[in-house]
């Protein structure tokens, strides 16, 4: 039996080619526009019905929002920068390796030519995995909108499974992520080998002294409505010594702040067992 061929609904489409413009559609529609950048995520659920947006605001003329620097000492990437931009970007290489871990083993090759780091973020997947990376390189983002830009610590952006901070006049246009040396490593894990929606993921990122966590941040994905940093271990860890011992100790403590589902991937108990495995994973690799 041939799959049924389901038509998008019915919108109005626009093209901005700037971002005062996409910001004056935003103001003028409100929640019944919608952002498309990449498309892996709008156009399918479009497809499905789950969400049938009034305009479709269409940002890829907007060359703006796709660049990767370096300011003063923070990484600057656009939030209309390909993925796979980032992972062959020689500078993200250098400068924060673990979210080029995560966009590595992130969906096809083809949805990564495609897919946004913007997109990714703002679809708040708890299972997103750009989030638990940048969540241990303490990144912020960059709104811009009618009363002008702010940036919000991306620990404070996702209030829920698809919800943001984010205002319906504003767009995300950059990621902000203060450069600093130290081991960092992420891992996940799903249901096959290879290109798959996370069951469970965690990335770390250490400065470490004299065989001591001087500082220390753990964050995790799919585990918890939004991706969430593990504040029981970077307590633990920071100021500790470097040792099988305290990686076992924090890695247990986190089955105790993670709030997993059961979904048709995994059930809860799984996910917070693997919480924990991944933890110790993750510290002993960057220890």
Known sequence: MEAEIRPL?????????????????????????????GGTDLIP?????????????????????????????????????????????????????????AIRVLASPGIRNRATIGGNLCNASPAADTAPPLLSLDASVKLQGRDGDRVVALSQFFTGPGETIRRVDEILTEVLIPYKQGPSAFLKIGRRKGFTLSIASVAAFAVITDGKFEDIRVALGAVAETPILSGKVENLLKGTEVSEENIEK???????????????????????EMASVLVKRVLNKIA
Do not use: W
């Open 9 to 37: 609904p019915e919108f109005e489409y626009v093209a901005p080619a700037s971002l005062k413009e996409v910001i004056a559609v935003l103001r003028e529609h409100g929640d019944t526009a919608k952002l498309l950048s």
């Open 250 to 272: 924090a890695s247990a403590l986190v089955k105790e702040e993670v709030r997993p589902i059961s979904d048709v991937r995994a059930s809860a108990a799984y996910r917070k």
């Open 45 to 101: 659920r479009m497809k499905k019905l789950a969400i049938t947006p009034g305009v479709v605001v269409d940002l890829n003329r907007i060359s703006e929002l796709s660049f990767i620097d370096m300011r003063e000492d923070s990484l600057c990437i656009g939030a209309g920068t390909r993925l796979t931009d980032i992972l062959q970007s020689p500078l993200v290489q250098e400068k924060a390796g673990v979210l080029v871990e």
